[in-house]
């Protein structure tokens, strides 16, 4: 399974505005199970610094503008989301850090599970040890 990917989704964009649709199956290659968003994150405040053991995720920045690092087994690398058609999907084993949110920001996420603490590993330190025997 892939570390992360991005997606694009079609936006039908008219002289009323956008309208973005997401499909399971079509568009993404889970079905949803839950979906959340983050909203009002204050200047200088950063987020995330997990990754998940099974759990997958499209990120979405539908508003505003945000930068997310990743560290994978393989490679780190910085995205700025900024594109409310374009969704990164995070796989399990992949670390992220969610910063730089624009005061506009609304981060939307679609999750392939329910929520479960015991999918997260919270700690960078746990996640390279993890990874050395899991991926
Ligand atoms: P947290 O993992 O700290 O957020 P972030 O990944 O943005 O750093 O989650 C904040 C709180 O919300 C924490 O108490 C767990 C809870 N939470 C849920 O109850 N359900 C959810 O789907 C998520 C993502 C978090």
Not at 59 to 65: A, H, P, V
Not at 75 to 97: A, H, Q, V
Request: glycine residues 6%; hydrophobic residues 35%.
């Amino acid at each position: 399974m892939d570390y992360y990917k991005e997606v694009l989704f079609s936006d039908f964009y008219d002289n009323r505005g956008h309208l973005i649709a997401i499909e399971s199956g079509y568009d993404i290659p889970f079905d949803i199970k839950r979906v959340y968003y983050i909203t009002d994150v204050k200047k200088g405040v950063s987020r995330g610094f997990h990754a998940h053991r099974d759990l997958q995720q499209i990120i979405l920045c539908i508003k505003g503008n945000v930068k997310l690092k990743i560290i994978t087994p393989v490679e780190e690398k910085i995205f700025l989301l900024n594109d409310k058609s374009k969704g990164l999907l995070l796989g399990p084993y992949t670390w992220r850090e969610i910063y730089e949110f624009s005061e506009d920001a609304v981060l939307l996420v679609l999750a392939s599970q329910h929520y479960s603490e015991d999918d997260y590993i919270r700690s960078l330190e746990e996640y390279r040890e993890e990874v050395k025997y899991r991926c």
